[in-house]
């Protein structure tokens, strides 16, 4: 029994760091590591693929050194060499050469209130409404040509949209942006002639009401059934197509408590349990709850 307790003590802290390990960033180090070396550890370590031409990374070398995340460690690259990684997917980048001098920006998208980042957030150049969006850990990347006097905007469901100028942003530390939630009012919404005409429902206690003389025509039912008619109510079904038996909200029929003038009924089918013993043409009203609360 005490080596059933260590064991079991054991695996929860070898579990509880292997979690705490598997959040943290990996720990880049890399000094004067050609850049094909450091592709294919990104590669490995990151379960990423680069495309890109062999003579635009040969005899390129880069020094990275710290925990960072992976388009850290991209900006890095690109801060060093005349490179430029586009981004296709969260798995695929395309490695080009920058030879029109061209730059590009980068930002961290975050929720205000949380701190968590923000995946699949839109960002829009107005100039050229070239489009791209976040990571899964809130970063974006845009190419740019030179130094353009532009902005962007940024927008997400659900965030207020905002604009940020582009020349307070740049490749070599991606600027982090706030998002603010955007909660909105709806409208009281009113639901008539639920599930049919003639049902209606209480707002202090959800029961439902109808009146058997004034609903409109059911599925499967040629002439009134009060019984039959509350197995269209949600939560309320017989397995057996029996009028009194109704399981209501997984409960067996024999909890059903069923009141007729205030007089407790024990046997409310008829012939064969087909039909309910309530005639519906003389029953002025029909109130069903399903919950204790109603």
Known sequence: ?????????LFIIIFWNSKICAQEKPIAAYQDTSLDTVLNSLEDIYKVKF???????????????????????LQKIQAQTTLFFEKINNRY????????????????????????????????????????????QGYFYLPLKNKEEDSITISFLGYYTIEQSISEL???????????????????????????????????SGAVLFNPSKLSLLP?????????????LPGIESTTEKASELFIRGS?????????????VYNSGHFFDLLSVFNPYVTESVKVSRSFAA
């Open 51 to 73: 495309s890109f031409n062999t003579k635009i990374i040969k005899g390129k070398s880069i020094k990275i050194a710290g925990a960072l995340a992976l388009q850290e460690i």
């Open 1 to 9: 029994m005490r080596i059933n307790k260590v064991i079991g003590i």
């Open 220 to 232: 499967r039912l040629i002439e009134p059934d009060i019984l039959k008619s509350v197995q269209f």
């Open 170 to 204: 740049s490749a070599e530390q991606c600027k982090k942006m706030y998002l603010n939630q955007q909660n909105q009012e709806l409208e009281e919404v009113v639901i008539q002639e639920y599930i049919t005409k003639g049902f209606s429902k209480e707002r202090s």
């Open 252 to 264: 067996n029929s024999d909890q059903n408590l069923v009141l007729w003038d205030g007089i407790k």
């Open 93 to 136: 980048y395309i490695i080009r050469e920058n030879t029109e001098n061209a730059t590009h920006i980068c930002g961290q998208l975050i929720n205000s209130e949380t701190g968590e980042p923000l995946k699949g957030a839109s960002i829009k150049k107005r100039s050229n409404g070239s489009i791209t969006v976040s990571d899964d």
